[in-house]
């Protein structure tokens, strides 16, 4: 199985500012072929269930605001909140959708400094 | 809109069954997958297995194989997880999802259910 492993586990971040989550794969989850990589991105917030963010690594879901961005190729991931708001306070999960059985990392939780 | 609403919580004694399920809406059911996502206290989010919701085919996590079993009723446009031999590290939170595409399975969710709470104890 893929192993997904996200950093770091928390962080504190001042509203308006720049929140990066960071989520590797033990081998790569990059079709070459098409050059996609089955990477997504879901928020969970406290007793919710996971809300899809971003697949593809970097394509956004309908409806998803635009300071979401993902970003990176291979092995190496990135997300990124452009400028936190307080409706972003949550638990961020990365999942690889390029093998059976997707596999996601262990989270991240994102909170106001 | 797209919904999927699952059955309520359960508590169950070790080497039980539970069966969870997941009635849809919103959507022609059988042009898309669905999957079985479980969440267990401290722990990551499991792939438990899907299903093809037009043929009934299914998939399941290695880790799961002996012990689950998902189904479908496309009259009732529901899916339904059962999870036997029931031990303690099952308790958890089981969540059906759609997957993100029609006529595919991306193993990339985009609808999920509210979860439903199965507590294993004596």
């Known amino acids: 199985d893929i192993v997904m492993t996200q950093s770091p586990d928390s962080l504190a971040v001042s509203l308006g500012e720049r929140a990066t989550i960071n989520c590797k794969s033990s081998q790569s989850v990059l079709y070459s072929s098409i050059n996609e990589n089955h990477l997504a991105w879901y928020q969970q917030k406290p007793g919710q269930p996971p809300k899809l963010l971003i697949y593809?690594?970097?394509t956004r879901e309908s409806g998803v605001p635009d300071r979401f961005s993902g970003s990176g190729s291979g092995t190496d991931f990135t997300l990124t909140i452009s400028s936190l708001q307080a409706e972003d306070v949550a638990v961020y999960y990365c999942?690889?959708?390029?093998?059976?059985?997707?596999?996601f990392g262990g989270g991240t939780k994102v909170e106001i400094k | 809109q797209v919904q999927l609403v699952q059955s309520g919580a359960e508590v169950k004694k070790p080497g039980a069954s539970v069966k969870v399920s997941c009635e849809t809406s919103?959507?022609?059911?059988?042009?898309?997958?669905i999957h079985w996502v479980r969440q267990a206290p401290g722990q990551r989010l499991e792939w438990m297995g899907w299903?093809?919701?037009?043929?009934?085919?299914?998939n399941y996590s290695q880790k799961f194989q002996d012990r689950v079993t998902i189904t479908r009723d496309t009259s009732a446009s529901t899916a339904y997880m059962e999870l036997s031999s029931l031990r303690s590290e099952d308790t958890a939170i089981y969540y059906c999802?759609?997957?993100?595409?029609?006529?595919?399975?991306?193993?990339?969710?985009?609808?999920w259910g509210q979860g439903t709470t199965v507590t294993v104890s004596s």
């Open positions: 999802a759609r997957d993100v595409f029609p006529a595919t399975v991306m193993y990339a969710m985009d609808v």
């Open positions: 919103g959507y022609t059911f059988t042009n898309y997958a």
């Open positions: 999942q690889q959708h390029y093998s059976r059985p997707p596999t």
């Open positions: 299903i093809n919701a037009a043929n009934g085919n299914t």
């Open positions: 593809w690594a970097s």
